[in-house]
């Protein structure tokens, strides 16, 4: 018979045991059985006769509770029979000492059992002596029932009480002073903004939670409050808002006080009032105890023990984790066994563990141990909600605040894009590379509004990213056109040379210290920028030279103007990812890739290639000695939809032509000059055709200037007009080009035309 349905044959048993025995003494006349029972449990335990059934309640409820857990020892239950023994000794207490087994065995007090234990205790110690053991035998059976050390049993007492109280302190509180005829009523994740400037409109109510950090000193302070957090999150307490008699302002406090939503300090800085997104947006995560199966983790163990053993490795596992995707099985090695031998080893143990491949980590960052990598047989999702209600995210201070995933134990993966300050991205298709971004964003636009943060995206794949068309955040809308890619880039490193410039003016170093001047000024602030570029292969085939100078320029000095890249490809070669980016772009993440020269090109080293896909990243930040094995967070389409539409209610978005080069486009191309249009002349003269690759190839220049010389040339006459795949027609001669763009000395003149 299996052990599940012998824990629940014994603990059903044992239930229909007790309801019988309670029967049996609430009526005794049931049957000559119940008159036994009775009688017995009288003549035994007196008065107390009552603890039996509940005794046996406990057990068969601990039986079925049991099921998978299995708990060899009785501790708890020897626990609850010595302080059942203390009850009856004490219903013992108030009979004459002359008569303690005769009015035991009669069925008063504590019973037999009772009358027994107090004869002999107070015979030996005396009445004094009586109390002190019973209070000891009270603790140690409390103790041994818990399996908690006595402070913490007390602390989770006392926690208990004091959450009680201020739950009926709130209950009483809301009904007291909340009026249900102030307003109409609001939904109930209808978010608020508070305005710092109203003096009195607020009040918080008391809440001793150090998490919160609130100073109710600080009449213009903004206060945080934060939704429940889920069950396996640490609580925090909630600090409600109440209305105060104020004119005007009844829906917005009583919303407040409904609501627990994140309010940015810096938002109400703005002339615009904006509200951040509710995480009722998001779908809640549904799981089950399937998916940590204990019996298969110990048959792993005994297999991969037994596996390096027949390699004469007598290795044991120490410890085991068990994440969202894989679990990692830590093992100590003998003294005398190299490392390099166990990682040999790899096939040989996804083999005798049938799995399809295994990762081992040699030696695991700040320990003395082999971390052996083994794929989960249901990997479980892990859903953006789990992350943004996390303490660590509710904490975190930055608008750049990424929600990356859950590492192997189970812990949230959160990091600060200012911190690292720019990302690499890389994976094969279907990986989880769009994903990551979409969580990314999403991510961003939890925690910062649009004049706290601007996004700049490039999507030459124009299905990925479109999504984010119209929120407010963007400085232009998504660019699909690698031509005009460039060009974006090339007005982010202007951007980032003005923010230089007014930086130089003010005298300070980097947007921090600059938007902390104009906070006290009172003048605007300037904004964060990421810029977002989802598939970088496709616009280093389209001008390679003009994107890396941009990206290189971006990553080496942007970081203090406040401008992060986050630079994602599915082709990381060397000609994608060049050696110039990989030094500007020091913290990186890679999906699941083909090959190990892929995984070496973005990380440094192997690994990648042995992913299991679907969002399992090897995520490798800037400081870091090794890379942290993540499963990405996932956000659906029906929950980024419903977070864009929150952000394209509220604002319009602002766009700058200049980003995409809308202006120069709409302008006369002669009105823009180009300080290699002679030489560009002169290259078609030599040549006698005109080519946009002959440009590239003798001017080392990128596609998108070698086009707009082109059509420069084309707008002069000096080349003919575009003939499918024949060379245009060169219409200026040596002697022409000699006259246009030389005087009479013979030194160049420049385009006079």
């Not at 013992?92 to 027994?116: N, R, T």
């Not at 508070?194 to 918080?204: L, M, P, S, T």
Request: proline share 5%; hydrophobic share 40%.
């Amino acid at each position: 018979m299996p052990d599940e349905l012998k824990y629940e044959v014994i603990g059903v048993t044992l239930l229909a045991m007790a309801i019988l025995v309670l029967v049996s003494i609430v009526n005794p006349g049931v049957g000559l059985a119940g008159s036994f029972i009775n009688n017995s449990l009288m003549h035994l335990a007196g008065e107390g006769r009552f603890l039996f059934p509940a005794l046996l309640a406990v057990a068969g409820y601990k039986m079925l509770c049991r099921k998978k857990k299995k708990i060899k020892k009785t501790v708890n239950f020897y626990g609850a029979l010595i302080m059942a023994v203390v009850a009856l000794t004490i219903l013992h207490l108030p009979i004459p000492v002359d008569y303690i087994i005769k009015a035991g065995w009669q069925g008063d007090g504590g019973g037999f059992i009772g009358g027994v234990t107090y004869f002999i205790l107070i015979k030996s110690f005396g009445k004094p002596g009586v109390y002190i053991i019973l209070a000891t035998m009270f603790i140690v059976g409390l103790l041994l029932s818990t399996n908690q050390p006595l402070v913490e049993l007390f602390k989770s007492i006392t926690r208990k009480m004091e959450n009680g109280v201020k739950k009926t302190v709130h209950i009483v509180d809301d009904f007291l002073f909340t009026k249900d005829n102030e307003a109409e009523e609001l939904p109930e994740d209808y978010p608020v903004i508070v305005d710092r400037c109203n003096d009195g409109g607020v009040v918080a109510s008391d809440a001793d939670c150090d998490d919160c950090q609130c100073d109710a000193q600080h009449k213009n302070q903004i206060d945080y409050t934060v939704e429940t957090p889920g069950p396996e999150e640490k609580k925090c307490n909630v600090i409600y808002y109440r209305p105060v008699k104020q004119p005007g302002d009844n829906k917005m406090m009583e919303a407040a006080s409904k609501t627990g939503k994140i309010i940015s300090p810096e938002q109400t800085e703005s002339k615009k009032s904006y509200h951040l997104p509710p995480v009722s947006l998001l779908a809640k995560s549904v799981r089950g105890k399937a998916n940590r199966d204990n019996r298969d983790i110990n048959e792993n163990i005994k297999v991969l023990e037994e596996t390096l053993g027949s390699f004469g490795i007598k290795a044991r596992v120490i410890q085991v984790f068990r994440g969202p995707a894989i679990t990692r099985y830590e093992i100590q090695p003998p003294p005398g066994v190299k490392v390099s031998r166990i990682v040999g080893l790899s096939d040989d143990i996804a083999l005798s563990m049938a799995a399809s491949h295994v990762r081992i980590e040699a030696p695991v960052p700040g320990k003395a141990v082999v971390g052996i990598e083994v794929p989960n047989r249901e990997i479980a999702t892990v859903l953006l909600r789990e992350l943004v209600e996390s303490m660590e995210y509710q904490k975190s201070s930055s608008q750049l605040t990424i929600a990356l995933g859950k590492d192997i134990t189970g812990k949230p993966v959160l990091d600060d894009l200012a911190r690292m300050p720019h990302l690499l991205i890389a994976g094969a298709t279907g990986a989880g590379k769009s994903v990551c971004l979409n969580t990314m964003i999403a991510g961003f636009l939890f925690k910062s509004t649009p004049e706290q943060v601007k996004f700049m995206i490039i999507d030459p794949k124009m299905v990925e990213l479109a999504a984010f068309n119209g929120i407010p955040h963007l400085v232009s809308p998504v660019v699909t056109d690698p031509k005009k890619a460039a060009t974006s880039l090339r007005w982010a490193v202007k951007e980032m040379e003005y923010r230089y410039d007014l930086f130089a003016g003010y005298g300070v170093r980097d947007i921090a210290r600059y938007n902390k001047l104009m906070r006290q000024q009172n003048k605007p602030l300037l904004p964060l920028l990421v810029i977002i570029i989802d598939e970088l292969a496709d616009l280093m085939m389209v001008a390679p030279a003009d994107v890396e100078d941009a990206i290189c320029r971006l990553a080496q000095m942007a970081r203090a103007a406040g401008i992060h890249l986050v630079v994602a490809t599915q082709r990381p070669s060397v000609d994608i990812i060049t050696g110039l980016i990989k030094a500007n772009i020091p913290s990186r993440i890679s999906f699941a890739v083909s090959s190990q020269i892929d995984s070496r090109t973005i990380l440094d080293m192997g690994g990648a290639e042995k992913l299991l896909g679907r969002g399992d990243m090897l995520y490798y930040p800037i400081g870091a000695g090794k890379p942290i094995r993540v499963q990405g967070a996932y956000i659906s389409d029906r929950e980024l939809e419903l977070l864009v539409r929150h952000w394209k209610q509220q604002a319009e978005p602002e766009y700058d032509d200049k980003v995409t080069g809308e202006v120069f486009q709409s302008g006369d191309v002669q009105e823009i000059s180009d300080d290699m249009l002679p030489l560009a002349v002169k290259v078609f003269v030599e040549t006698g055709h005109a080519s946009i690759s002959l440009l590239q190839r003798r001017l080392h220049i990128g596609y998108a200037r070698a086009a707009r010389l082109m059509d420069m040339m084309e707008k002069k006459g000096y080349v003919g007009g575009y003939e499918g795949s024949k060379p245009r027609a060169v219409l200026i001669t040596k002697d022409e080009y000699n006259s246009y763009f030389y005087d009479v000395s013979g030194s160049q003149a420049g385009n006079d035309k």
